[in-house]
């Protein structure tokens, strides 16, 4: 679209407004595009500078009402108005905005800046700890992985100090004293709207009061601000939606979340595909997929991804003594049931679940896809027992569905690997702490003490089988995505393909809030941001993409290493037989798993999932009436795909077995 071209307005459209009952402090100030039908300009009043753009559109409305462009009955003090806008019906004013094309604004109270603005850019959020010490800075270009080494890295001043120097610099150049409404936009029904930055494609109705913030909306990825909603200080990534009363204060909401039904959160920070209805959140660090439903749920002072929050869900933390100051981490996938309780300080480990009241300040962060559950006055946990479970299973496999972001641009890198480095280096660590407290305390034991938790003979030996196969089924994976679609003909042929060729992988590695990387390149990303050489958001996040890009490689790096350890394999004499055993090893682990997921998912078909079926009928009924409402085991969606998982799965390590027997 050409830049509209202004000119200032003659003398008889000046008569013709004021017959139209409009009025200006200084009609001198007052331009208009070139070509203007001034008739749509009615009943309004001008004062400082004022742009009028091109009347020449209608807007149809739902239920097929038709509004003509123009300006009517509104008062407007330095705007400017773009081509094809209806602006009517504003009840105060508004003031010092920039509006692009083809925006509708109807039955508004009041829009305005009254001073030099970052719209929401360079606002603390305190999260994790309400009193303050690991407070982000939030901003527009901000990534969950950004904000974790804000919120977590505390022990590296000087990283701390030059990302809130960025983040600033940031804000500054965002500062203005206009603000701006989109092109394509709708803001009707709404009340008081503040220093409020309005990207294109956004739909405001009903909004009860938006101050200082920015919404972040485009033509691929608008945003919804709904009715009676409540905000301050805050950024609204792009194709999120803010419905029904929601309240928020110092927040960041990401890209394409979901708040709704009266949900409330101050200094809290949600990434990706998170959901809030009708519970509360208070200084919350919500990674991706953080997703909570019920009125009565509180999250606070923690820090969550991939998580749902059962109703009644509530963390406690402080001791009535310092105040708020304790602060909880739930690794990736974990969960917690209804009417669960955490104390903080904890950490819960990756991909468990949380069942009753936990108050032994756990940790339980080496021993991930555990069950934690109340017992008396004890907690009880059974490691790695989630592995089989079918919500686990479903849980992977429902997320990278569920990411509907469709701007082009995503600032958060989301990994969504069940078995990665990240997690089987826990399941590594898991075993050694098992083996531990066996050796320790004798196998005539009845249960075992670990962090705050006991844990059964039984269920300790069954940990241990369980991440056996787990590690079998990762390193198995590993191995064949290395080699299929190859076909070594020499011993030494296998061992060069199965060389790495990427230079980092090994050691540690870290979740980033969804960013699954080694520490050793997150720690090479810190050092270029302490030196000077990173110096911008857009760089980081540039970064981070890198490295989110590079995960298979790094993977290998990683997982060839723990293969030669895991299967005590020598890299110079590694056989294809050697391979083979592993592949072999690999299809039973699968098999297995995935014969003990089958098993799980068919406790929801058995006789006593059916109760409340057929409430008035006979047990014959409630039969029928099951299967009418959820069809029948064989044939569910997801019972089928694991059986077509174990036959696919088995299909495929048969055929690289068969490419590595091929002699020479």
């Known amino acids: 679209?050409?830049?509209?071209?202004?000119?200032?307005?003659?003398?008889?459209?000046?008569?013709?407004?004021?017959?139209?009952?409009?009025?200006?402090?200084?009609?001198?100030?007052?331009?208009?595009?070139?070509?203007?039908?001034?008739?749509?300009?009615?009943?309004?009043?001008?004062?400082?500078?004022?742009?009028?753009?091109?009347?020449?559109?209608?807007?149809?409305?739902?239920?097929?009402?038709?509004?003509?462009?123009?300006v009517y009955l509104s008062t407007l003090h330095n705007v400017t108005v773009g081509d094809n806008c209806c602006i009517e019906n504003i009840k105060n004013y508004i003031a010092n905005y920039d509006i692009?094309?083809?925006?509708?604004?109807?039955?508004?109270?009041?829009?305005?800046?009254?001073?030099?603005?970052?719209?929401?850019?360079?606002?603390?959020?305190?999260?994790?700890?309400?009193?303050?010490?690991?407070?982000?800075?939030?901003?527009?270009?901000?990534?969950?992985?950004?904000?974790?080494?804000?919120?977590?890295?505390?022990?590296?001043?000087?990283?701390?100090?030059?990302?809130?120097?960025?983040?600033?610099?940031?804000?500054?150049?965002?500062?203005?004293?206009?603000?701006?409404?989109?092109?394509?936009?709708?803001?009707?029904?709404?009340?008081?709207?503040?220093?409020?930055?309005?990207?294109?494609?956004?739909?405001?109705?009903?909004?009860?009061?938006?101050?200082?913030?920015?919404?972040?909306?485009?033509?691929?990825?608008?945003?919804?601000?709904?009715?009676?909603?409540?905000?301050?200080?805050?950024?609204?990534?792009s194709g999120s939606s803010i419905e029904d009363g929601v309240m928020m204060s110092r927040c960041f909401v990401g890209q394409n979340c979901k708040m709704a039904h009266t949900y409330s959160a101050s200094d809290s920070l949600f990434f990706s595909n998170c959901h809030?209805?009708?519970?509360?959140?208070?200084?919350?660090?919500?990674?991706?997929?953080?997703?909570?439903?019920?009125?009565?749920?509180?999250?606070?002072?923690?820090?969550?991804?991939?998580?749902?929050?059962?109703?009644?869900?509530?963390?406690?933390?402080?001791?009535?003594?310092?105040?708020?100051?304790?602060?909880?981490?739930?690794?990736?996938?974990?969960?917690?049931?209804?009417?669960?309780y955490i104390l903080w300080p904890a950490r819960i480990g990756a991909f468990s679940l949380v069942m009753g009241r936990v108050v032994g300040n756990v940790d339980t962060s080496d021993l991930p896809f555990s069950y934690l559950i109340e017992d008396g006055d004890s907690t009880y946990l059974a490691p790695a027992v989630n592995l089989k479970s079918v919500g686990t299973i479903r849980d992977a496999q429902k997320w990278p569905k569920r990411d509907n972001r469709t701007d082009p641009v995503k600032l958060d890198q989301i990994n969504y690997n069940l078995l990665s480095p990240y997690t089987m280096q826990k399941a590594l660590r898991g075993k050694r702490v098992l083996h531990q407290l066996y050796e320790s305390c004798g196998p005539t034991s009845d249960s075992y003490s670990f962090h705050s938790t006991k844990i059964t003979n039984h269920a300790l030996q069954r940990g241990l089988e369980l991440y056996d196969i787990a590690l079998t089924k990762f390193f198995g994976n590993s191995l064949i995505q290395r080699l299929i679609d190859?076909?070594?003909?020499?011993?030494?042929?296998?061992?060069?393909?199965?060389?790495?060729?990427?230079?980092?992988?090994?050691?540690?590695?870290?979740?980033?809030?969804?960013?699954?990387?080694?520490?050793?390149?997150?720690?090479?990303?810190?050092?270029?941001?302490?030196?000077?050489?990173?110096?911008?958001?857009?760089?980081?996040n540039e970064r981070f993409a890198q490295l989110h890009k590079a995960y298979y490689d790094m993977e290998w790096t990683w997982a060839y290493q723990k293969i030669l350890d895991f299967f005590h394999l020598n890299p110079y004499t590694m056989t294809r037989q050697?391979?083979?055993?592993?592949?072999?090893?690999?299809?039973?682990?699968?098999?297995?798993?995935?014969?003990?997921?089958?098993?799980?998912?068919?406790?929801?078909?058995?006789?006593?999932?059916?109760?409340?079926?057929?409430?008035?009928g006979s047990s014959f009924d409630a039969e029928r009436d099951f299967e009418q409402v959820r069809g029948y085991f064989e044939s569910n969606s997801f019972v089928k795909a694991v059986v077509e998982h174990i036959e696919k799965k088995t299909a495929l390590g048969k055929k690289i077995i068969s490419q590595l027997k091929t002699s020479e």
């Open 578 to 616: 050697d391979a083979i055993d592993i592949v072999e090893k690999w299809i039973e682990a699968v098999v297995s798993l995935d014969k003990m997921v089958y098993a799980d998912a068919k406790k929801e078909f058995s006789l006593s999932a059916k109760t409340g079926f057929g409430a008035d």
């Open 276 to 340: 809030g209805e009708n519970g509360e959140a208070c200084a919350i660090f919500a990674g991706p997929f953080t997703v909570t439903h019920h009125k009565s749920t509180l999250l606070i002072a923690g820090m969550f991804s991939f998580m749902n929050a059962g109703s009644g869900s509530n963390q406690s933390n402080h001791m009535y003594k310092l105040g708020p100051i304790h602060q909880g981490h739930m690794e990736r996938g974990a969960k917690t049931s209804s009417d669960s």
């Open 1 to 70: 679209m050409n830049p509209t071209e202004y000119r200032n307005l003659t003398q008889p459209e000046i008569l013709q407004l004021r017959q139209q009952g409009c009025s200006a402090e200084d009609w001198a100030t007052v331009q208009v595009a070139k070509g203007i039908d001034i008739r749509y300009v009615r009943n309004s009043r001008f004062s400082g500078e004022i742009r009028l753009g091109l009347f020449e559109k209608s807007f149809i409305m739902p239920g097929g009402v038709k509004k003509h462009s123009g």
């Open 486 to 540: 190859k076909n070594p003909r020499s011993d030494e042929e296998m061992r060069e393909m199965l060389r790495p060729d990427y230079p980092s992988g090994e050691g540690e590695w870290v979740d980033l809030a969804g960013l699954i990387a080694p520490k050793h390149e997150v720690d090479k990303l810190i050092s270029d941001i302490e030196n000077g050489q990173i110096n911008t958001v857009e760089a980081i």
């Open 100 to 237: 692009g094309h083809d925006t509708f604004i109807d039955n508004v109270d009041i829009i305005l800046v009254d001073k030099p603005s970052t719209f929401g850019n360079g606002i603390e959020a305190s999260v994790l700890i309400e009193t303050g010490g690991r407070e982000v800075l939030i901003h527009d270009k901000l990534s969950a992985h950004e904000a974790y080494i804000e919120a977590m890295y505390r022990h590296r001043p000087d990283i701390i100090k030059r990302l809130r120097s960025m983040a600033q610099n940031y804000a500054e150049a965002q500062r203005s004293e206009r603000g701006t409404i989109g092109s394509n936009c709708m803001i009707v029904d709404a009340g008081y709207i503040k220093n409020v930055r309005v990207g294109d494609y956004c739909k405001i109705e009903g909004a009860g009061s938006l101050k200082n913030g920015t919404i972040v909306s485009n033509e691929a990825a608008p945003v919804h601000i709904g009715y009676g909603v409540v905000m301050t200080d805050f950024i609204v990534q």
